[in-house]
């Protein structure tokens, strides 16, 4: 059973520009959460999205964004980078909704600003 | 909303000591709680999970943790630490409250083993 592929791995962007990152699920998963993981930090919740709806959001400002389609997959978009964007975002899948159950990680998209 | 407070972002334990990561939540009902596991440049993965079936939770590679509601803590244990070990260790506590339903995490704690 193929794991949790997130895509880009790597990507390098300057400020102000815009980022999409993808994240396809273990296949029969309904649920896709992304969190953003600095150092000192720790993993900061950012959106849950399932059955294509989005259940709940972190405290983060508009630019972050994020949908699901119907086959599970799901992106994330942050517009206007700043440098405190640089971050490693992962991505969860899981059968339930995520409180409930066990997440499933990818390896990440680890993104910098310059 | 619930969250969950791990005591020393880094631990050094020798190879073969016993390894103990610090956890305490911060609701008065027990709620779901979990520990994850982060290798270099990989994703999380869980080791265990606590949903009130038994208070003494064993994982995976010989971790175990205790919830203990009186002092509202869930710390994660290990007889003798192994050089594999060496990884970033996540608490995460689950919220069920409508309307916030959501897993948080912890800071997290970077496990150290010398040889």
């Known amino acids: 059973k193929a794991g949790v592929t997130q895509t880009p791995r790597y990507l390098i962007k300057t400020r102000g520009q815009q980022v999409t990152l993808s994240c396809s699920p273990i296949?029969?998963?309904?649920?896709v959460s992304w969190y953003q993981q600095t150092p000192g930090q720790g993993l900061q919740f950012l959106f849950e999205y399932f059955s294509e709806t989005q259940r709940n959001k972190g405290n983060f400002p508009g630019r972050f964004s994020g949908r699901q389609f119907s086959n599970s997959r799901s992106e994330m978009n942050v517009s206007t980078l700043e440098l405190g964007d640089s971050a490693l975002y992962l991505c969860a899948s899981s059968f339930g909704t995520s409180n409930t159950g066990e997440l499933f990680f990818g390896e990440g998209s680890r993104l910098t600003v310059l | 909303a619930q969250s969950v407070t791990q005591l020393g972002s880094h631990v050094s334990v020798s190879e073969g000591a016993l390894v103990l990561l610090r956890c305490n939540y911060s609701?008065?009902?027990?709620?779901?709680l979990f520990w994850y596991v982060q290798y270099p440049n990989q994703g999380l993965q869980l080791l265990l999970k606590y949903t009130s079936a038994a208070t003494l939770v064993k994982g995976i590679n010989g971790f175990e943790a205790e919830f203990k509601k009186s002092e509202t803590s869930f710390h994660l244990t290990k007889p003798s630490a192994h050089m594999s070990d060496a990884a970033e260790y996540f608490c995460a506590v689950s919220d069920l409250n409508f309307g916030n339903e959501k897993l948080t995490f912890g800071t997290g704690t970077r496990l150290t083993i010398i040889p």
């Open positions: 609701s008065s009902v027990p709620p779901y």
């Open positions: 296949s029969g998963h309904r649920s």
